[in-house]
């Protein structure tokens, strides 16, 4: 398909404005439809299906982005008024159960969202019924992340909204290379997670119960989507050292600037007489402390042991290695995707 690249800019822009999960889903779709993935493609990167997909296509080329705007069903008429509906938002979002009077509850379930309507004013829902009206009124039943209680709001929205956009201003100009760099702990077994298994059974996942792994020292571009690790034996101020000269060398002409976090080796003195000597060719840009889901490159860790580590049993480091380097090279092939994926959210 012949597209502007206007076009696809619009598109992509949607893409980070968008705070909804299933707009950016579809925006994405359209995104790659645009740079000429074809509908099983897409199906297989957004997780919907072919005809989920066309429809999406469809709706684009009749109405643009207009047409991917979701629209509310008419459907049933609602038990609550506008004006308790938000309210019974604003106490899930703001309360624990136990604060509106469910002793020793501390998770709202869908039974004792039932209980507190039926109680405060007295409509009958079922389950099922309760789970269309939260999912209508913007909720969904999702699992909780941990954020660092140190972290400093406000730092955060200066490097969201007036670090980070100035440094995109002076990429092609000052700025060659936009590096986003990080750490991370391969272990043979991280963790496990939902899988399709037969009913009623358990996937068994052997393990000899040891923590072997690989520590990855890495770089995600973003412009250009494309990933770079090594490995180290140990994280420590030679081990960064050893890295940066590492990047100049991949990247051997251009400024580079490179955002990271406040980690004790990434301001060692070690590094300093290095950083002074290349300060035409290397610049350090620091996230605010206590902030890794600004780092981008994190969303690369949690891919990549999704893909590699959970549920599965590696006999040796390896055997790690060799499906860490496998992966890497993988996503190292398809750039858009990585970038749809990681990059485009900032």
């Known amino acids: 398909m012949n597209t502007h690249p206007t076009e696809l800019q619009t598109v992509q822009q949607a893409m980070k404005q968008t705070k909804d999960k299933r707009m950016y889903e579809r925006y994405q779709a359209i995104s790659l439809f645009l740079q000429g993935y074809k509908y099983e493609q897409i199906s297989a990167i957004i997780s919907r299906n072919k005809k989920t997909v066309g429809t999406y296509v469809k709706a684009y080329r009749e109405q643009g982005l207009e047409g991917l705007v979701r629209h509310a069903s008419p459907g049933a008429p609602h ?53 269309r009206l939260l999912g209508s009124l913007g909720l969904s039943y999702t699992k909780p992340t941990y954020t660092l209680a140190q972290a400093d709001p406000e730092k955060q929205r200066g490097f969201r909204e007036e670090t980070f956009p100035a440094l995109k201003k002076l990429m092609d100009e000052e700025i060659a290379h936009l590096l986003f ?111 890794p889901e600004m780092n981008l490159i994190e969303g690369l860790w949690k891919w990549l042991k999704s893909a590699v580590i959970y549920n599965v049993f590696h006999k040796s480091v390896q055997d790690i290695r060799k499906h860490v380097q496998a992966f890497i090279s993988s996503i190292n092939q398809m750039p858009e995707i990585v970038i749809d994926r990681l990059c485009i959210k900032m």
């Open 79 to 131: 038990k609550l008024t506008p004006e308790q509906e938000q309210e019974l938002v604003d106490i899930i979002v703001n309360h624990l159960p136990v604060d509106v009077g469910f002793e020793a509850r501390y998770n709202w379930t869908l039974a004792l969202i039932v209980a507190l309507v039926e109680q405060k004013w007295q409509k009958t829902y079922t389950l099922r019924g309760m789970s």
């Open 181 to 291: 760099q990080d750490e991370c702990m391969i272990r043979d077994y991280q963790a496990v997670q939902y899988t399709w298994f037969l009913r009623g059974k358990q996937r068994i996942i052997p393990t000899y119960g040891k923590h072997h792994g690989v520590k990855l020292i890495g770089v995600l571009n973003y412009e250009t989507g494309r990933v770079h690790c090594v490995e180290e034996e140990q994280y420590d101020a030679e081990a960064f050292l050893r890295f940066l000269q590492h990047v100049l060398k991949q990247y051997p002409t251009g400024k580079i600037v490179m955002v990271l976090d406040n980690a004790h080796i990434h301001h060692a003195r070690l590094i300093q007489p290095f950083l002074e000597e290349n300060q035409n060719r290397l610049e350090l840009v620091f996230l605010p402390p206590y902030s």
